[in-house]
């Protein structure tokens, strides 16, 4: 019975497996990318040590003019090393995790036990500290090359190295019952690339607490040895797996034109998978969460549909996302190519749609990060910020215009006025820049970098239309997928798709408004001011000379003077459009140009003006408060009403529950 | 039961101008923010077109607007609620004390309503202080355990589940702590009122009586809070199926809101007369 079972299993197995790998196909025909780091590292985990072992090669083409005689390693996982890091000197709390409490087990680090080239030479190395002077940080390698590295020529290295996991810390280590996340686990190459000058450097920043990563594309080969216990998920997709006879299962992941590579093992995952047009979904998810696994597949399906009708297709054929369990939490809501990671809570309401916004972020990383590669250390908003604002864009066309991100008994709220909320309640609006590193930053990024370059997006879209928006954008993800775009690049095509139909339509200056937004701190706050109305008399007063000289008694015409005064209480600098609405039921149409603090339209005539509307259809979405944008000269203060009587019920009750404890 | 809840409730309709006296009192109270809300909104908002947004249903971006740009204005109003709810809180002892005096005694006049409300005042002091007391202990008891061990708890437990489980199962138990003490300072309360004792052994005797008719007292707690939740679930319905989106309807619904608390305040006469009878059922009709 037991044999029998035994086959039973076995030749399920085989078929599952059979099935699985024919979900997905990691080798594209043509390479997308310059493919300038490549790697192939073959692993063990032990789970009891939560250490890896890991032999490494990395094959790296020098693609700039510069002759090289260094090779430069990201080696973040130092950053868990210990409290002297530059990472931890930069925060003393993460996600609310008191990290100054860790005992001796819960740190992690990496290092590398033998280094050769491919003549099999060993080679010096050294930690070294390009962004500060804190010795005690590792978190960037050096390597001294024997050979010159030329132009063009190609650097192989192989190395052993070893890698121990911290308890869980900002998106990466083990928890309890053997969970792991393995992000920024082994050595990988630093990018050698044009700085803003146009010379080529080295971009090895040092790991911080406000940035997360930079690399070249390239193929990614990698060999994971584990207990059998685990269900796995990588980056890339599952080209094979063979059972060894220590009770060990190695996993093959082939992935290629990626930037990264990150995994999860984890014994107690569901696998959830699910096909959308050619791209293979595989949702890892602990079973407490599964009631809600179908709602996360659905937000990227919905994602890869949004993605591929209004910006480009996704290339891949593959994408793991990961659902953490709780104990795992603060290794969730991060983006890796192919793979990515959520997080959830057992009984989520469904009329509360974080989850699936958050899942739809992440994706939407796969675009701005993944095939986009902007520097997020050195210019974030090119992916928080276009990735916040596709998110927005998405919940809101799946998810309902006014209630996608919660709908609470009524009191809903859309993704894109959340968003937009997030910079607006700022206290003070203009304390940082968006368009800055991340340490550079003097408070939160999320409201600035995240929120403000959204809504800023946004509010182009808006301007622009859709259509024309849409086009720049693909042609921005066309231009610049696999590659690594800096802002001037983004500004470039802005300007060749939208500046002639901005200027046309409104006579808004492009780059200025770009500038604007993101080099300043400047504010947009359009207001209407005065409002009135004096009535015109006919001629009063002694009239003509001599005899023909004539007393004209002043009397009312019928008529009226409007002035209405538009104001700027900002100084953002952007042309508006404002509607009158006359008593008559006639509307006239103005523009200003935003130029100085504020402007007087005088309308003359038998009708008064009823109502003034700034940018009657709120395109200008940055505006800091929309509210003092119009202005009733009669208004119907029905909803003052409605909200005082139900603020006087509820004080009522507030009163009546006291004086029933009483 | 069914008998002393039907007899409850035509009885606490029979204190209708003592509930008046409260009701009045918490209108007047209520009005001063209302009226402050009114006039912080007018003088902010009062022209916007945002308005409109707001009549009919809720709008995220104005009204976070309007907390961003005037929030200033609205917190002030909201610290003065905090005030008011503490110097009402002493101040419903002296209300209660008169309404449970008349309930009680079966005096339904306003002379007796404040001659009750000042000879207990001082003793149900002592009562509410005891209880709010026992009430932050078992709060405390309860609540700081489960919401501090959040973290421990995802490292002992294999999933979160559990302590979801725990989460909503404190909530029973927690309603069924504040439904003795409340049960405990009703009857404390009546003892004094009907036996004529001082605090310590009104304290004693409420427990005693407490503790006899507990699960009797709880079944009729439980059948008014289903008429409460009833309530609430209507005005709820209501509000979403019509709202307030128009002069008539909110006309309609201002009465419909002042008549809730009305009620309100008769339901917990009836509550008062309901916990009286299951322990006194013979001293009166
Ligand atoms: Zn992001």
């Given at each position: 019975m037991r044999l029998a079972l035994n086959i039973l299993f076995l030749t399920v197995g085989i078929l599952f497996q059979i099935e699985s790998f024919a979900q997905c196909d990691p080798y594209f025909k043509n390479p997308h990318s310059i493919r300038n780091a490549n790697y192939e590292i073959n692993l063990q985990l032990d789970h009891e040590k939560k250490k890896i072992l890991a032999t490494e090669q990395l094959i790296w083409?020098?693609?700039?003019?510069d002759t090289l005689n260094e090779m430069r390693f990201y080696m973040?996982?130092?950053?868990?090393?210990?409290?002297?890091s530059t990472f931890m000197k930069s925060a003393n709390n993460i996600f609310g995790q008191d990290?100054?409490?860790?005992?001796?087990?819960?740190w992690g680090w990496i290092d590398i036990t033998k280094l050769i080239d491919s003549n099999g030479s060993s080679l010096e190395y050294r930690y070294i500290q390009p962004s500060d002077d804190n010795t005690e940080d590792q978190s960037i390698l050096s390597v001294a090359l024997k050979e010159e590295l030329l132009p063009n020529d190609t650097l192989i290295l192989n190395m052993n190295f070893e890698a121990k996991m911290p308890k869980t810390i900002a998106r990466m280590g083990y928890a309890k019952d053997d969970f792991f996340m393995f992000v920024h686990w082994f050595p990988q190459a630093c990018p050698y690339v044009t700085k803003a000058d146009g010379t080529w450097a080295w971009n090895s920043h040092q790991a911080h607490r406000r940035t997360e990563f930079f690399a070249d594309f390239g193929n990614y080969d990698v060999k994971i040895t584990t207990d059998k216990k685990f269900i796995l998920g990588a980056s890339g997709c599952l080209v094979s797996q063979i059972e060894n006879s220590d009770n060990t299962i190695t996993s093959h992941y082939h992935g290629e034109d990626l930037i990264d590579f990150a995994w999860t093992a984890y014994p107690s995952y569901e696998v959830m998978e699910d096909q959308w047009k050619h791209v293979y979904i595989r949702l890892l998810i602990p079973g407490e969460h599964c009631t809600h696994g179908q709602r996360l597949i659905q937000a990227v399906k919905n994602s890869l549909e949004y993605f591929e009708k209004h910006v480009g297709e996704y290339p891949y054929t593959y994408l793991t996302m990961v659902d953490p369990p709780m104990k795992g939490l603060r290794s969730g809501f991060m983006e890796y190519p192919t793979f990515i990671t959520g997080g959830s809570f057992y009984a989520w309401p469904s009329n509360i749609r974080s989850i699936e916004s958050l899942m739809i972020h992440e994706f939407s990383h796969q675009y701005f990060m993944g095939m986009v590669a902007s520097n997020e250390k050195e210019e974030a908003w090119l992916d928080e910020g276009f990735v916040t604002f596709y998110e927005d864009c998405i919940m809101e066309e799946y998810y309902g215009k006014d209630q996608s991100l919660f709908n609470i008994c009524g009191y809903a709220a859309n993704n894109s006025s959340f968003t937009r909320n997030e910079y607006t309640s700022?206290?003070?609006?203009?304390?940082?820049?968006?368009?800055?590193?991340?340490?550079?930053?003097?408070?939160?990024t999320k409201p600035i970098v995240y929120a403000k370059t959204a809504t800023m997006l946004q509010t182009l879209k808006r301007l622009a239309g859709e259509e024309a928006f849409d086009k720049m954008m693909k042609n921005y993800f066309n231009r610049w997928k696999f590659k690594h775009p800096k802002s001037q690049d983004f500004y470039a095509v802005a300007n060749e798709y939208l500046t002639d139909l901005l200027e046309s339509k409104y006579g808004m200056d492009l780059n200025s408004f770009l500038d604007q937004s993101l080099n300043t701190t400047r504010y947009c706050d359009f207001k209407v001011g005065q409002l009135r109305h004096i009535p015109i008399k006919s001629k009063h007063g002694w009239f003509g000379n001599q005899d023909k000289i004539k007393y004209q008694e002043g009397k009312k015409t019928g008529h009226f003077l409007s002035k209405v005064r538009i104001e700027q209480l900002g100084t953002f600098e952007i042309p508006v459009e404002i509607e009158f609405y006359l008593d008559n039921g006639n509307v006239i149409k103005e523009i200003w140009n935003g130029k100085g603090r504020s402007k007087d339209f005088v309308f003359e005539g038998p009708?008064?003006?009823k109502s003034v509307h700034i940018d009657p259809e709120q395109k200008i979405f940055i505006d800091v408060d929309l509210n003092n944008n119009s202005y009733f000269s009669n208004p119907i203060d029905l909803s003052i009403k409605k909200y005082s009587a139900k603020a006087i019920y509820w004080f009522q009750n507030a009163l009546q529950t006291v004086g029933f404890l009483f | 039961m069914i008998k002393i809840f039907i007899k409850s409730i035509k009885n606490g309709f029979r204190f209708k101008m003592i509930g008046l006296i409260i009701y009045t009192v918490q209108l007047l109270l209520a009005l001063t923010l209302g009226i402050q809300i009114y006039q912080v909104m007018d003088a902010s908002i009062g022209n916007s077109a945002g308005l409109s947004n707001l009549l009919e249903q809720f709008n995220y971006t104005t009204f976070n607007d309007f907390l961003n740009v005037h929030g200033a204005s609205i917190s002030p109003i909201f610290g003065q609620l905090r005030y008011l709810l503490l110097v009402y809180a002493v101040f419903s002892i002296f209300l209660n004390a008169g309404s449970l005096g008349c309930i009680i005694l079966n005096e339904n006049s306003w002379s007796s309503f404040w001659s009750n409300a000042a000879r207990y005042f001082f003793a149900f002091s002592k009562i509410a202080l005891f209880f709010l007391i026992i009430f932050f202990f078992i709060s405390a008891l309860i609540w700081i355990p489960i919401l501090s061990s959040f973290e421990a708890a995802m490292e002992y437990f294999y999933t979160e589940k559990p302590y979801v489980w725990i989460l909503i199962l404190a909530f029973p138990l927690y309603f069924l702590l504040l439904s003795f003490i409340f049960l405990w300072s009703v009857h404390s309360r009546i003892s004094i009122i009907r036996e004529d004792l001082n605090v310590i052994f009104g304290l004693k005797n409420g427990l005693f009586k407490t503790k006899k008719y507990f699960w009797k007292s709880l079944l009729v707690l439980f059948m008014f809070a289903l008429v409460m939740f009833f309530g609430t679930f209507i005005y709820l319905w209501a509000n979403k199926t019509v709202g307030m989106v128009s002069g008539w309807t909110i006309l309609i619904f201002i009465l419909l809101q002042q008549a809730i608390i009305y009620l309100r305040i008769l339901w917990r006469f009836m509550i008062y007369k309901s916990i009286d009878n299951i322990s006194e059922g013979n001293h009166e009709n």
């Open positions: 083409i020098n693609t700039s003019p973040y996982l130092n950053s868990f090393k210990n409290m002297e990290i100054t409490k860790r005992t001796s087990d819960t700022l206290d003070n609006l203009s304390l940082d820049i968006i368009n800055q590193p991340g340490w550079k930053s003097k408070g939160d009708s008064k003006v | -």
